[in-house]
């Protein structure tokens, strides 16, 4: 579930309230070509994952272990790589509400922390008004916290979270599991100056509510957040964030899981610290 769909920057969660219509399936993709049998893509899938790999792994072979840094950190602009993985480790340190903190001041840090960022801000957990201030505190700058609290704390009402099916504490039913997980594809800093940046974190995600008598199922979606970044208190914290819906691809031919395979799921694989 993207953050902005039904709301301005200052929270809201998307996707709700909104009817997703398949229609029916004509033959052909959707450039207008014959679509072809799944087994032949599959082939297709198989073969460029193979050369993917080779190529990965001639890539890995060559590359030397103690490779400067390429990325200056007191550059405006980030270079034709801005997106590449620098192989650098994930912070270690990380709050008592599982939150990364201590990143680096660098180019390099403030897109991962707006990476992680971008996972709180889009969370399950930040529906549930008492885990809501705490989490802002981690990710915000001490002087947006109260007026991010007031805003959410209007937006997160009582009548939203029964439209989403939770209840006043931002829990689902019993026997139901809401769902709300993103996943950074990748960053980009488009300013950089040593005590601020603004980076875009482009993201998919995953939101609604698992059960067999749920209206509001769990789908897939693709957005953009754009946070900006200032550097108080030894680290990279929020001052504001906003979020466009894509870049997002063309739908694959994945069969859909169960309910109950979506809720094993969200149980039993745990989430990653994003590390630029």
């Given at each position: ?15 709700t309230g909104q009817t997703r219509t398949r229609l029916p399936d ?154 709300s997980r993103t996943m950074p594809v990748g960053t980009k800093a ?87």
């Amino acid at each position: 579930m993207s953050l902005g769909d039904e709301h301005e920057a200052s929270g809201g969660y998307g996707g709700t309230g909104q009817t997703r219509t398949r229609l029916p399936d004509t033959g052909a993709d959707t450039y207008g070509s014959t679509r072809r049998g799944r087994s032949s893509s599959r082939s297709l899938v198989t073969v460029v994952g193979v050369v993917v790999l080779l190529i990965a792994a001639i890539a890995f072979a060559n590359r030397g272990d103690d490779n400067p840094e390429t990325n200056g950190s007191g550059t405006n602009k980030p270079d034709a790589a801005a997106t590449a993985p620098s192989g650098k480790r994930p912070v270690q340190t990380k709050s008592g509400g599982g939150i990364p903190s201590g990143f680096a001041q660098d180019q390099e840090g403030a897109q991962s922390a707006a990476a992680n960022y971008a996972v709180v801000l889009v969370s399950a957990d930040i529906l549930k008004p008492a885990r809501r201030p705490e989490m802002l505190r981690q990710v915000f700058d001490a002087g947006r916290v109260s007026e991010l609290e007031r805003k959410l704390g209007q937006v997160y009402d009582k009548a939203f979270l029964d439209k989403v099916g939770l209840d006043q504490n931002g829990d689902a039913p019993k026997g139901s599991t809401y769902v709300s997980r993103t996943m950074p594809v990748g960053t980009k800093a488009t300013e950089y100056s040593g005590n601020a940046a603004t980076v875009e974190v482009w993201c998919t995600g995953v939101y609604g509510m698992t059960g067999d008598s749920s209206e509001n199922p769990v789908t897939s979606d693709w957005f953009t957040m754009t946070l900006q970044l200032r550097w108080t208190d030894g680290d990279w914290k929020v001052d504001s964030f906003s979020q466009k819906e894509g870049p997002a691809p063309v739908n694959g031919d994945n069969k859909v899981s169960t309910s109950d395979d979506i809720t094993k799921a969200v149980q039993e694989f745990g989430g990653f610290t994003y590390a630029r």
